[in-house]
């Protein structure tokens, strides 16, 4: 499939984005504690990948180099899955996605503060712009909110932060592997993140069972569609356009997700809530591209 797509990377990044969109539904509907939920979905991703890797001429090239930062990557991954399945479990799938992508602002000021990256005037505008959409969703009334919906929304901002440390790392990691080896790092991330979370199940006497059999064919499409396929189109795809338009397709994926939720939660949504989801959504894109490396 990737063989067949490899001239043609922007449907690939629409593809991944379609595909990952869907994870916080298969979140809400495999009936499982959260913590459960976000380990089957890099062990299944974990098992799904191996086929890929075996037949892969480039999988033992770098691999070695790669083990530290991929434990390092598992483990804010583990970290960013289990607050966010938190945050969809208090407040659904598309708010908890939205707010998990706030992450564009803290990385575009690691960028700022760590990288010597020029911050432009247009993400200095957007960033209490994506604070006023989101008010407009959630509501200005903070206090008159139920308990676990704020937890939800702290729990997503916490997502936001894990994804942060994830992708500074991921960046980082990407150094270290051949140009055109796309699944190892998955692989070993996916493998990692499993063990942290299982760990974390282990001593949190969290249930590792799969109720049912609805519950088992949501978390293996999550596995699968999500954690594997999803981001494998992704990667391949992502170094062939420029940064910015990559920005502007992934944001499709806080989009469906907050769609999916309306259509298939019928999440109760009210005109100012839709004008506060475009707003965040528009303000994310301006962060996305309100950056500038100094080269």
């Not at 083990?67 to 407040?91: R, V």
């Not at 979370?197 to 699968?224: E, H, N, Q, R, W």
């Not at 356009?241 to 298939?264: H, K």
Request: charged share 10%.
């Amino acid at each position: 499939m990737l063989n067949r797509l490899s001239g043609k990377p922007v449907p690939m990044v629409l593809l991944g984005a379609f595909m990952i969109s869907f994870s916080a539904i298969w979140v809400k509907v495999s009936d499982v504690p959260p913590t459960t939920s976000a380990f089957y979905r890099v062990f299944f991703g974990f098992v799904f990948l191996l086929a890929p890797w075996l037949y892969s001429p480039t999988r033992i090239r770098h691999i070695s180099a790669m083990l530290l930062p991929a434990m390092a990557c598992g483990f804010t991954f583990a970290l960013d899955l289990h607050f966010w399945h938190l945050s969809i479990s208090y407040i659904g799938p598309g708010l908890a996605t939205i707010i998990g992508n706030f992450q564009v602002f803290l990385m575009a000021a690691c960028g700022f503060l760590f990288f010597n990256e020029r911050l432009l005037l247009r993400f200095l505008f957007a960033m209490p712009l994506a604070f006023f959409g989101l008010f407009l969703v959630i509501g200005f009334h903070w206090s008159a909110l139920e308990a676990n919906y704020r937890l939800g929304v702290f729990y997503g901002f916490l997502t936001a932060f894990a994804y942060t440390g994830f992708l500074l790392l991921l960046r980082k990691m990407q150094l270290r592997k051949a140009q055109d080896d796309h699944c190892s790092p998955l692989l070993l991330i996916s493998f990692f993140t499993a063990f942290f979370l299982g760990i974390y199940m282990l001593f949190g006497d969290i249930s590792f069972s799969i109720p049912t059999l609805k519950s088992a064919a949501a978390l293996v499409s999550l596995g699968l569609l999500s954690q594997a396929i999803g981001w494998l189109l992704i990667a391949a795809s992502m170094p062939k356009i420029p940064a910015s338009f990559t920005g502007l397709i992934l944001l499709l994926q806080p989009s469906l997700s907050f769609v999916w939720d309306v259509l298939f939660f019928a999440r109760p949504t009210t005109g100012l809530q839709w004008a506060g989801t475009i707003i965040t959504l528009w303000a994310i894109y301006l962060g996305l591209t309100g950056s500038r490396g100094n080269s």
